[in-house]
């Protein structure tokens, strides 16, 4: 193999932080410039504008750097890593829940940010069975309302539900609640 084709298959595993060290997205590429601009063009009315630090970790194959992606992932639980989420197991999204909920259980002692707050209000119903597998969540724009609170940070609760694997969204349909294992 020659020295070009191996710095080709170099890929990074790059993480980026908000002012208070809460990991807020992580992903692989091998041209973290270009695949900044992305994020900063796609992002930028969400969590790109929270970023105040970033790392990166390159690794010698494009599939080293994919499993370490999916073990990050897994325990690390970013909350703007959406579309990830169908490719982790339901082990880690069980595994994800349980460090959820003892967190959960510390923030819940002092300040949590609105969409934290609104996302456990869900949770409760969800575990005290006012809200069964199936059922629909309420909406962004009915949550929004309900609560008087931004559409962005409505989204952010529905984002965080279905990172936790509380909910899954259906296209067309809205999110409803997951089974549970």
């Known amino acids: ?9 170099r890929t990074a595993l790059y993480r980026y932080f908000d002012a208070e060290g809460n990991l807020l997205y992580l992903g692989i590429t091998n041209d973290v410039q ?13 969590w790109f504008p929270l970023i105040a630090t970033r790392t990166q970790a390159w690794f010698e194959t494009r599939s080293e750097a994919e499993t370490a992606e ?19 197991t339901e082990q880690a999204l069980v595994a994800s829940r349980e460090r959820k909920r003892v967190k959960r259980a510390r ?7 609105a969409y934290r707050r609104y996302a456990d209000e869900i949770i409760e119903q969800i575990e005290s069975g006012a809200l069964k597998p199936g ?22 609760v ?9 909910v899954h969204p259906v296209s067309g349909y809205g999110s409803v609640v997951r089974s549970r294992p």
């Open 107 to 113: 923030v819940a002692r002092g300040w949590s940010p």
């Open 70 to 88: 999916l073990a990050a992932l897994a325990t690390e639980a970013p909350p703007w890593n959406v579309k990830d989420v169908s490719r982790l």
């Open 34 to 46: 270009r695949r900044e601009l992305q994020h900063r063009r796609d992002s930028a009315r969400t």
């Open 135 to 156: 059922d629909h969540v309420p909406s962004i724009n009915k949550l929004a309302k309900a609560k008087d609170i931004s559409i962005s940070t409505a989204s952010r």
């Open 158 to 166: 529905i984002q965080t539900l279905s990172i936790e694997g509380w």
């Open 1 to 9: 193999m020659t020295k070009r084709s191996l710095a080709g298959d």
